[in-house]
């Protein structure tokens, strides 16, 4: 990655942000994965070596590492998604350690696993989140790279169901992107399988998929990103 590029629309050029050893006040890494501006102005991002956040006022970015000598650190350095909930606070998705959540208070990160009775691991795929989806009622749906959708409280910290291919009509546990509709369905969209359409009052799905022979239909299985806009339009990433 070439780090973060911020565009001026006055002047149409942009400004370059990049990752330097040298400086702690800059990006921790050129790779971003996700970027987020929360309530307060702040600019979040993440990468493949840490969370980062950025203060355009100072031009100082500040690094948020994963530490095994600090349980209130990150828990793994690739971030990959970022939320900030109805509460305000941050969220973080990990490739590889789970769910993360960032209080700018304390500077403390706490995290979540699906585990089970004994403490382990219950899946080692659900900690590799791609996004996350909190809906009306405040409750996330978290999609993983292999999982699956882990649905989670974060009010309670606990995992509530988890939604695979093997106990429901989900056609992929790759999910990539999820969002909602007025309706209060859920559009999963899934890496090779096209769209999921969820309805949660039920737990069926209906499944949107390509189709060569119909050009009105999905342009492609493999779904990067889905999002609702404010006029009723959903527009689908592939």
């Known amino acids: 990655g070439g780090g973060l590029d911020e565009y001026n629309f006055i002047t149409g050029k942009f400004k370059h942000h990049s990752a330097n ?32 956040s950025y203060d355009r006022k100072s031009n100082r970015f500040t690094r948020y590492k994963s530490d095994e000598n600090n ?32 209080d700018k208070r304390t ?3 706490e995290t979540y696993f699906e585990l089970d009775a004994k403490g382990n691991f219950l899946h080692e795929n659900s900690n590799k989140i791609r996004t996350i989806y909190e809906d009306k009622e405040g409750v996330f749906w978290i999609g993983t790279y292999g999982d699956g959708i882990q649905v989670f409280d ?49 737990g069926s799905f209906r499944h949107l998929v390509s189709d060569e022979k119909n050009p009105s239909g999905l342009n492609n299985n493999q779904i990067k990103c889905i999002f609702y806009d404010n006029v009723g339009t959903m527009w689908v990433g592939t």
């Open 154 to 202: 974060p009010f309670s910290g606990k995992f509530l169901k988890s939604i695979r291919t093997n106990n429901s009509a989900l056609a992929n546990n790759q999910v990539m992107s999820i969002a909602g509709n007025t309706n209060g369905m859920l559009w999963v969209g899934t890496y090779g399988n096209g769209i999921d359409v969820y309805t949660k009052k039920t």
């Open 107 to 109: 500077g403390k990160f």
């Open 21 to 52: 050893p040298a400086n702690n006040n800059s990006l921790s890494n050129n790779n971003i994965r996700a970027i987020l501006e929360d309530t307060e102005g702040l600019l979040w991002l993440g990468t493949d070596e840490g969370l980062n």
């Open 71 to 102: 349980l209130n650190s990150i828990s793994n350095n690739n971030a990959w998604c970022l939320h900030q909930s109805k509460d305000g606070r941050l969220w973080i998705g990990t490739y590889g350690g789970g769910l993360n959540s960032f």
